[in-house]
Structure formats: structure tokens, C-alpha cells
Nanobody
Framework: QVQLVESGGGLVQAGGSLRLSCAAS????????MGWFRQTPGKEREFVAA????????YYSDSMKSRFTISRDNAKSTVYLQMNSLKPEDTAVYYC???????????????????????WGQGTQVTVSS
């Protein structure tokens, strides 16, 4: 059974930083592309960042790429999202996702598409106070 478990969310002041982690189990992690999405109440899930299976290419939402960094440790089956200079508008539930079908793709649009992903975590709340 595939499980993706996010952690590291919480309450932070504007301008602060958080590092989210997503630990995967039940799959061969190094075969999967990984992504981060976020969602606020009443809105659709929004792409944040993604990384190829090897970590050699990363993809970001334009609005976040200067502040967020995605990375992965295949030995630990974990993907990370380092978030700096946080803003109140970054407040959301953050989800990690895994895809076995796009892991060898280099298409940014594919990585940014929610339906490209096969498995999802339960989400972790990030709240940024002003």
C-alpha cells in the first residue's frame, strides 16, 4: 500500500521559513516523480513545485520559484519543500504527490498538472501570520 506522509507544517510569521517533508512508502521511490501542490478553502488545488525521479530537473510555479526549493533524497524516500520569505497568501494545506508515469518526462506542463499524479498525501497545514 502506497503512503505519502507530509510533515513540517505549522504556524510561522510572515518572512519566516518552513521545510516540509514527505516520506513515501510502498513504492520504489526512485522511479517516481514527486510534486507539491497546495489548496485553500474554496479554491482548486494549485501546483507549487515538482522534481524528476533523479532530481536533475525541478519545476516551479512562477509565483513561488524565487522563494521555494524542492529536493529529494532517494535513499530516504523523502521529498522536501524548503519555503523561505513566506507570505500570508502562502497559507494553505500543502500536499505531496507521486507519479510513476511522468518520471522520465521533461515537460514542465506535465509536472504542473494535478491529474499526472497517481498518489497523494493527506496534506499538512501551513499558516503564515502577518
Amino acid at each position: 500500500q502506497v503512503q505519502l506522509v507530509e510533515s513540517g507544517g505549522g504556524l510561522v510569521q510572515a518572512g519566516g521559513s518552513l521545510r516540509l517533508s514527505c516520506a513515501a512508502s510502498g513504492l520504489t521511490f526512485s522511479n517516481y516523480a514527486m510534486g507539491w501542490f497546495r489548496q485553500t478553502p474554496g479554491k482548486e488545488r494549485e501546483f507549487v513545485a515538482a522534481i524528476r525521479w533523479s532530481g536533475d530537473n525541478t519545476y516551479y510555479s512562477d509565483s513561488m520559484k524565487s522563494r521555494f526549493t524542492i529536493s529529494r533524497d532517494n535513499a530516504k524516500s523523502t521529498v522536501y519543500l524548503q519555503m523561505n520569505s513566506l507570505k500570508p497568501e502562502d497559507t494553505a494545506v500543502y500536499y505531496c504527490a507521486a507519479s510513476g508515469s511522468i518520471s522520465y518526462s521533461y515537460s514542465a506542463s506535465v509536472y504542473a498538472t494535478e491529474r499526472s499524479y497517481d498518489y497523494w498525501g493527506q496534506g499538512t497545514q501551513v499558516t503564515v501570520s502577518s
